[in-house]
């Protein structure tokens, strides 16, 4: 809160901060959320001048308003919505990776987190694989600076995706809960950092899992999805979708 103070602006001399501070009017925020006709009458002022000093001083302490609907607009054209390349993974991030936000693919060995977090070669993207396996080793104990080396990571992601305009994806291992649950590594206060959380996971159908492609995705944490949706999806993905790609390009040349 800013304190009314003589000079602040035209009028407000030393013996009307004195009389205002009788009627308890003792900050800004008092002054313009005061009725001023009363104020007049209490301090024995013209209603005109408390009236010019108070639109002095909204327009010297007061923000610029705007509206909801501006905000919203500048939302929507400074953020961009980056395809991983796999429909399966898209559908659980509502269309895909979003600039600004900080996004987590978590997953044991083989579960094609790394895979993933290619996110389709976009420059718009920043991947961390994996962000565990830096502050794991710091976390527990008596290691306090585990922890935080947890913030400043998060501080960094969050403060480079939202000034560069830039998605930050980053991996993490699993653990187990004490009911025998996977979960996401680095514990709870990590789990407040992502913005989305997915967890990937062998799918265990598969008749010959520890050679199987298949992988099962469940969301975990989204501002825009409900949680718990599963999807499956095939690793080779990727591969088709890379030779299918290079397939084009050389009947494009050849028919050049």
């Known amino acids: 809160m800013v ?3 003589e000079g602040m602006c035209p009028g407000l001399d030393e013996d009307l901060v004195r009389d205002l501070r009788a009627a308890g009017v003792t ?25 010019a000093i108070r639109r002095v001083l909204l327009a010297q302490h007061t923000a610029f308003p705007v509206s909801g609907a ?10 961009s919505i980056l395809s991983t390349g796999n429909p399966s993974l898209d559908k659980l991030l509502d269309s895909g990776l979003y600039t600004g936000e900080i996004t987590e693919l978590s997953g044991g060995p083989g579960s094609g987190k790394s895979q993933a977090s290619v996110g389709g070669g976009s420059v718009k993207a920043v991947i961390v694989d994996s962000v ?5 080793p710091l976390l527990g104990g008596k290691q306090n600076e585990g922890m935080s080396l947890m913030i400043q990571v998060a501080g960094v992601l969050k403060t480079m995706a939202k000034d560069f305009n830039v998605a930050a994806l980053v991996t993490n291992h699993v653990t187990r809960s004490g009911g025998g649950e996977v979960q996401p590594g680095l514990g709870v ?13 062998r799918e265990e159908r598969a008749a010959d899992i520890s050679h199987s492609s298949v992988r099962s995705a469940t969301l975990i944490k989204s501002s825009r999805l409900p949680c718990h949706i599963r999807e499956e999806f095939d690793l080779r993905w990727w591969s088709r979708s890379k030779e299918g790609s290079s ?6 040349q050849t028919d050049s």
Not at 132 to 136: E, G, H, L, M, N
Not at 247 to 252: A, I, L, P, T, V
Request: hydrophobic share 40%; aromatic share 6%.
């Open 27 to 51: 900050t800004v925020e008092d002054m313009v959320s005061s009725d001023i006709e009363e104020l007049a009458q209490r301090c024995t002022v013209s209603y005109k001048a408390l009236f």
């Open 132 to 136: 565990s396996a830096v502050i794991a």
């Open 189 to 201: 206060s990590w789990s407040h950092i992502p913005r989305t959380r997915i967890l990937l996971e």
């Open 247 to 252: 397939g084009k390009r050389k009947r494009d």
């Open 3 to 5: 304190v009314l103070r």
């Open 70 to 79: 501006d905000l919203y607009e500048e939302l929507l054209s400074s953020t």
